[in-house]
């Protein structure tokens, strides 16, 4: 997988249905561990609540996915939460939704359609960043050089370090799928006086990006 979606901190929305209080909370950069900690978190948060349900889905390609109707009729609430993070391509990411019955019973297509909306609500709210698998390119070039690579640099790439001694030496994270367009502009930009390099690859984060 050369991406993946997910909701960057920690985000919150309340939603009223029928009386019931749903309040969503949703968590990213979340591995099993983590994701088992936030839920554990949130029913600390209330333990009053008549439900805490949740879902999440904790590694990048989806596989490791579990959810808890947490005493609401089977399939009313869990897999509805799960089945929204699939559709919003959202990973390492947990959910959940705390219910405050108001006292009147919403049958199981409600139950559905209310956990469901609260979740969406709160994604709404949230910020999405993105991972991208990317390469890291070590660039040396002389000041001179460098001067007319920097502005391209900084506009294409996310600068990990730029160190300045006899010449430049900027090392720069690139999308993989864009690396070797990269690499050609630079060489075009510097008239083939650039050393170019790749060294490894990894996923970065892209925010604002989406």
């Known amino acids: 997988m050369n991406s993946y979606k997910f909701v960057d901190g920690e985000h919150r929305a309340e939603t ?7 309040i969503a909370t949703v968590f990213g950069e979340a591995d099993e561990q983590k994701a088992i900690a936030f839920i554990e978190k949130i029913k600390k948060e209330f333990p009053d609540a008549t439900h805490n349900c949740y879902a999440y889905t904790c590694d990048i390609l989806g596989n ?4 808890s109707d947490d005493g609401e009729p089977a399939g009313t609430a869990g897999q509805p939460l799960l089945a929204v993070l699939k559709k919003q391509g959202l ?4 959910a959940v939704v705390t219910r405050y019955f108001g006292g009147v019973k919403l049958g199981a297509s409600g139950l559905v359609s209310a956990y469901t909306e609260a979740l969406v609500n709160a994604i709404n709210t949230a910020a999405i960043s993105e991972k991208v698998l990317s390469v890291r390119i070590v660039i040396e070039a002389d000041y001179s050089v460098f001067s007319s690579l920097e502005g391209f640099i900084r506009k294409n790439g996310l600068i990990e370090d730029i160190e300045y001694g006899d010449g430049v030496k900027a090392c720069v994270w690139v999308r993989d799928e864009e690396s070797k367009s990269f690499r050609e502009k630079i060489l075009a930009l510097s008239l083939g006086k650039a050393l170019i390099k790749e060294d490894i690859k990894d996923y970065k984060v892209y925010r604002g990006a989406l």
């Open 16 to 22: 009223v249905i029928k009386r019931s209080r749903f």
């Open 64 to 67: 490791t996915n579990r959810f």
């Open 91 to 94: 990973k390492m990411t947990a």
